[in-house]
């Protein structure tokens, strides 16, 4: 007897789901396109998320305004790209952080959003220099530290899932980047 569910991996129907949602923003903003603005975060999120590079680059590209999802995008294309990362990096942590200098000390909580995004913004750097860094950045060491920064988040399932996301990302960026391109 053959299990029919076997191809039916969490990662599958996380996968189904973010296309069914990539479908209906795309069926929404056809019927309000003044809603973009406001969606555009889901878009580039779930298409970065599912690998569609494409649509990634086109979301940032059509878009006015910078948001914290446009800003990690440019980064996460730059690395996609091959490109160097650095001025996509600093624009990128230049808008991440207007929101923490703003509030000061005793506003953290309002900003923790912001501290978030910053947070993976830089685990997405660490990852990319596992094997780029003369001599190479052992995995083991790697492996190690993100352990230790995923242990100084909040131990909510909401903040967590966005880090390790954000990690799966950047992992298949740079296997396909090593697979595609032949290089690290």
């Known amino acids: 007897m053959v299990n029919i569910l076997i191809p039916w991996t969490p990662v599958t129907l996380l996968t189904r789901f973010l296309d069914t949602l990539r479908t209906h923003v795309k069926g929404v903003l056809t019927r309000n396109p003044e809603w973009e603005p406001a969606l555009i975060g889901f878009q580039v999120e779930s298409a970065w998320m599912v690998g569609d590079w494409h649509e990634v680059k086109t979301c940032v590209d059509r878009t006015e ?80 530290a993100l352990a230790a920064r995923l242990e100084a988040t909040l131990p909510a399932f909401r903040v967590r899932e966005q880090i390790l996301s954000m990690r799966r990302t950047a992992f298949g960026i740079k296997l396909v980047a090593r697979v595609t391109h032949g290089y690290d």
Not at 91 to 117: E, F, H, M, N
């Open 65 to 144: 305004t910078d948001t914290s999802h446009t800003a990690i995008a440019r980064v996460l294309l730059a690395y996609h790209n091959g490109e160097s990362p650095v001025a996509a990096l600093t624009s990128a942590r230049k808008l991440l952080g207007a929101p923490i200098t703003a509030v000061g000390v005793r506003g953290y909580r309002g900003c923790y959003q912001s501290v978030l995004d910053l947070h993976m913004l830089q685990e997405v750097d660490l990852i990319s220099l596992v094997s780029t860094r003369p001599p190479p950045r052992p995995l083991r060491e790697l492996s190690g």
